[in-house]
């Protein structure tokens, strides 16, 4: 039997692997036991030439079926409407790091040996600093490539040439790169040689931007289902960008001047994640 070809959202094509797949299933949130299941239904509507975006409509429908919450599978999406600009990205990122722990800076401006650089992320935890790129894609089968991997490393350099009070007491031990998508081979190739580490969508294995986000329940407000997109753009401009922070914020409730009905379908689906 020939191999079935499965096309990607760049367009490119590569051969259907039961790997990918059963990982495409974990990261949707399928509960172990019934992955196999899932694993089962969406292999049996595999055709030559099916497209990632079909596997992922498979997968959501396998989901429905089962009647589990779909706001896992929606995630990856979810992601991408934090566009166009990657401040909102940046903000989700610092929303991510407090909660476990960090104490966190967006939007930096420090002077480097040669130049002033704009920084994105700072993170502080046990004496540790730790200076974060964040590279926000908007469109699926974007990659982030090696030229971010090297920018992101010599911004590091520059930073850590000036290891004085002058840069607020900041002395830089961690160079992070993190992205919504994936990195080609060539940038995780050489972050992993020049010590910056790299943490996007599915890589590394332990640890990635999708467990990050599940272990914790640390879901975008732009998951939900339950408001407008014009909801969600009124909650991120406040610098609200997590499900977890608008529950209980009368005050954001407030903001989004919703009916009643629709006050407590919101919050239900919140309480729900």
């Known amino acids: 039997m020939d191999p079935i070809y499965v096309t990607k959202a760049s367009g490119g ?5 039961d790997e990918k797949l059963r990982q495409s299933i974990i990261l949707s949130g399928v509960p172990e036991h019934l992955r196999d299941a899932a694993f089962g239904y969406v292999k049996g509507l595999s055709h030559a030439g099916i497209t990632t975006e079909q596997i992922y409509k498979h997968i959501g429908a396998f989901l429905s079926s089962s009647r589990l919450p779909r706001i896992r599978h929606n995630l990856k999406r979810a992601l991408f409407e934090f566009g166009p600009t990657g401040f909102p990205f940046e903000k989700f990122i610092g929303a991510i790091l407090s909660r476990d722990g960090f104490s966190v800076q ?4 420090l002077t480097g040996r040669c130049v002033t650089h704009e920084l994105d992320v700072i993170a502080v935890k ?3 600093h730790i200076l974060i790129e964040c590279k926000f894609h908007n469109q699926p089968g974007a990659r982030t490539g090696i030229k971010v991997a090297m920018y992101t490393w010599a911004r590091f350099h520059d930073l850590s040439q000036k290891q004085s009070m002058q840069n607020d007491g900041h002395k830089f031990h961690e160079i992070w790169l993190v992205t919504n998508t994936k990195c080609t081979t060539d940038a995780i190739a050489y972050a992993n040689c020049m010590g910056v580490k790299i943490v996007s969508w599915g890589y ?3 640890g990635n931007l999708a467990q ?3 272990q914790k329940k640390l879901y975008p407000v732009t998951c939900l289902s339950s408001i407008k997109t014009y909801h969600k753009k009124l909650l991120i401009d406040q610098g609200i960008v997590l499900c977890k922070d608008l529950l209980g914020n009368g005050v954001a409730f407030k903001l989004l001047n919703l009916k009643n009905e629709e006050e407590e379908a919101l919050k239900r689906e919140i309480e729900s994640l």
């Open 204 to 206: 590394p294995d332990t």
């Open 13 to 17: 094509q590569e051969p259907f692997s």
């Open 106 to 109: 967006t939007d930096v401006i």
């Open 126 to 128: 046990e004496n540790t």
């Open 212 to 214: 990050r986000i599940e």
